[in-house]
């Protein structure tokens, strides 16, 4: 499976962002889906994940209420709706799926990866 981000880019704190993630080569049907981010000189850490179907939905604490995961399987396509944003939330965003039926919150776990898409939130 080959998984490209988008939707990245500059906003002032508060602002608005939505993510996507595309897959070609497989249905994303078949996979849990997650939003994982990386800041500069930090771990990868977990941001939310999605059920196969998109009937249950995971987040981080730090992001919980904030943003939204969804999923449209014929589009073959993830989403990430990201509100309120915060300095904080400056990070490389990366979405992945894992070949299972239930989530985690480890990217360990997570077999595909996109390349990356960066959020950069200014005060």
């Known amino acids: 499976v080959q998984l490209q981000a988008s939707g990245g880019g500059l906003v002032q704190a508060g602002g608005s962002l939505k993510l996507s993630c595309a897959a070609s080569?497989?249905?994303?049907?078949?996979?849990?889906m997650g939003w994982f981010r990386q800041a500069p000189g930090k771990e990868r850490e977990f941001v939310a994940a999605?059920?196969?179907?998109?009937?249950?939905?995971y987040y981080a604490n730090s992001v919980k209420g904030r943003f939204t995961i969804s999923r449209d399987n014929a589009k073959n396509t993830m989403y990430l709706q990201m509100n309120s944003l915060k300095p904080e939330d400056t990070a490389v965003y990366s979405c992945?799926?894992?070949?299972?039926?239930?989530?985690?919150?480890?990217?360990?776990?997570?077999?595909?990866w996109g390349q990356g898409t960066l959020v950069t939130v200014s005060s």
């Open positions: 080569q497989r249905p994303i049907s078949s996979y849990v």
């Open positions: 992945a799926l894992r070949s299972a039926t239930v989530i985690s919150y480890s990217y360990r776990q997570y077999r595909y």
């Open positions: 999605i059920t196969l179907s998109g009937a249950t939905t």
